[in-house]
């Protein structure tokens, strides 16, 4: 089967400086406070992240019960681009391959505009298609996203 679905991304003005947001981002203990699908539970293991390549477990819970996903870091750029990919399942051993990256652009020292791109092209399991494409792939939920991004960092 071939992964008929394409990058999807939201862009938000948040009242906050970029620095703000970005500690936020970075910290995968927080990044419960931007999920909008109730998904993500909390960290299971890492650290904040500081580079490409680090790698944070997440608790995670779906209509099948609690799973844990592995993340790795693709894209990291201080204080304006951060994005991880969700490499794989635990409790199931199936990978995944979707990304999030999230890219802030100072519009002054206190705003900054925020895109959001769901990436799951890299999708090859058929069933993790189906789920991405009811789930995430759609413009408003990313949009609800970055809302409760901007509710977290005011």
């Known amino acids: 089967m071939t992964n008929e679905l ?8 948040i009242p906050v400086a970029a620095v703000t947001i970005f500690e936020l981002l970075r910290n995968p203990e927080r990044h419960t406070e931007t999920d909008a699908t109730g998904s993500v539970q ?6 904040g992240i500081r580079e490409v390549g680090d790698t944070f477990t997440m608790n995670m819970v779906n209509a099948d019960g609690p799973y ?6 693709f894209a990291y750029q201080q ?4 994005g991880w990919q969700n490499q794989e399942n635990l409790a199931n051993g199936v990978k995944v391959g979707a990304k999030w990256l999230y890219e802030l652009e100072p519009i002054d020292a206190d705003n900054t ?8 092209t ?16 759609v413009e408003s939920q ?13």
């Open 6 to 13: 394409s990058k999807v991304s939201a862009t938000r003005e």
């Open 142 to 154: 990313l949009e609800d996203s970055l809302g409760k991004l901007a509710e977290a960092v005011a």
């Open 79 to 82: 204080d304006r681009v951060i």
């Open 113 to 120: 505009r925020v895109t959001l791109t769901y990436d799951p």
């Open 68 to 73: 844990k996903t592995q993340n790795e870091v």
């Open 122 to 137: 890299e999708i090859d399991n058929p069933e993790v298609q189906k789920l991405a494409k009811e789930k995430f792939a």
């Open 42 to 47: 909390s960290v299971d293991k890492g650290q």
